[in-house]
């Protein structure tokens, strides 16, 4: 539906599993496979057209200190795959390239600086309360049987 639909009206399509049981490595492995069978040149339905993106709860990132901020950048209450059309990455990618700016090291860095503002105790809190939330069958006191 993604490549089939126009950027205005679908620009991206989230695959959010909150009954996945499988743990972390599990799913940075599902990473590895889904990453390089996107970018596959054997890979003929979505022809490298399709950029996931990954967030899961557990997720951190190596080389920094455990209880950083940043390791929140990829986090959500449930494992997500973000699907993402490339071409449109593609041309944000060169629009900022053509003004000299790396885009995607500008994101990481602002996206950094942000969260290590708001420090690893607040993201720790606010993560664990959305975790919370989105775990809570809603009811709705209005709805009776």
């Known amino acids: 539906i993604l490549l089939e639909s126009e950027p205005s009206d679908i620009a991206t399509t989230m695959l ?40 899961h709860p557990n997720w951190t990132f190596g080389g920094i200190p455990e209880k950083s901020a ?25 629009a900022g390239l053509a003004k000299g700016i790396i885009v995607n090291k500008a994101i990481a860095e602002h996206n950094a600086q942000c969260l290590e503002n708001e420090g690893f105790q607040k993201m720790e809190m606010a993560f664990s309360r959305l975790t919370q939330k989105a775990q809570s069958p809603h009811v709705d006191s209005d709805v009776r049987p």
């Open 70 to 94: 940043v390791h929140f950048e990829k986090r959500a209450p449930f494992p997500v795959i973000n699907l993402l059309r490339r071409e449109d990455l593609n041309s944000v990618v060169e």
């Open 16 to 55: 959010v599993l909150p009954n996945y049981e499988g743990d972390i490595d599990e799913f940075y492995y599902l990473y590895e496979w889904l990453v390089d069978l996107l970018e596959s040149d054997d890979e003929e339905l979505l022809e490298n057209e399709v950029q996931p993106a990954f967030f």
